[in-house]
């Protein structure tokens, strides 16, 4: 994700840097184009502001996310390891996981996106309400010992991944433009 923020900057700056107009046409038709071409331009760099601000609005979120995802890998990492037990599993996800998550989603929540935003905006959002599912579901599964739990859990893990993956292209190809 960090990469897609420095990317869509990169993409950003440079789609910004391309823009120009020909001079080969005499005056009268190159009033006509540049007019044409200052409103397209202006276009342009309105979408692209938005998609700009969206990015630079959302980047330190998204750094929180990461390191999100970098505490549950380790969490999982010494559950399957052995040097957590279940219980403390549990704990450290009803604990720590769960109310980080749900900050999370409230700072997402509270963004106030463009409307050209709000769908992608949405699929955020989104991801961290299914995550927020997910690990509710290990930590039941853990507290009641009912292990097939961790399949429902393992669903929506699945679903997160697919939102996010949906998530960065969307963004992605609005940024492109």
Same mark, same amino acid.
């Given at each position: *994700? $960090? ?25 009268? =038709? ?31 979120? *998204? ?15 010494? /559950?399957? !390891? ?17 109310? $980080? ?5 409230? $700072? ?11 769908? &992608?905006?949405?699929?955020? &959002?989104? *991801? ?7 690990? /509710? =579901?290990?930590?039941?599964? &853990? ?22 993956? !949906?998530?960065?292209? !969307?963004?992605?190809?609005?940024? !492109?433009?």
């Amino acid at each position: *994700m $960090k990469k897609l923020v420095f990317s869509a900057t990169l993409i950003l700056t440079l789609s910004l840097a391309g823009c120009g107009s020909s001079k080969d046409k005499n005056e009268a =038709e190159q009033n006509t184009k540049d007019t044409a071409s200052t409103e397209t331009v202006s276009t342009k760099n309105n979408e692209t502001n938005v998609y700009q601000d969206y990015i630079q609005s959302i980047g330190p979120i *998204m750094e929180e996310i990461i390191n999100f995802g970098v505490q549950w890998d380790e969490l999982r990492q010494q /559950s399957a !390891e052995g040097a957590l037990n279940d219980q403390d599993f549990g704990l450290k996800i009803v604990n720590e996981l769960i109310p $980080k998550n749900l900050k999370l989603t409230e $700072k997402v929540e509270l963004l106030d996106v463009e409307k050209e935003l709000v769908e &992608i905006h949405e699929k955020l &959002i989104d *991801m961290l309400n299914k995550q927020s599912s997910a690990l /509710s =579901e290990i930590a039941s599964a &853990i507290d009641t010992n009912d292990y097939s739990k961790i399949t429902t859990a393992n669903e929506y893990l699945s679903e997160v991944r697919k939102i996010e993956r !949906e998530y960065v292209r !969307e963004l992605e190809k609005h940024v !492109e433009q």
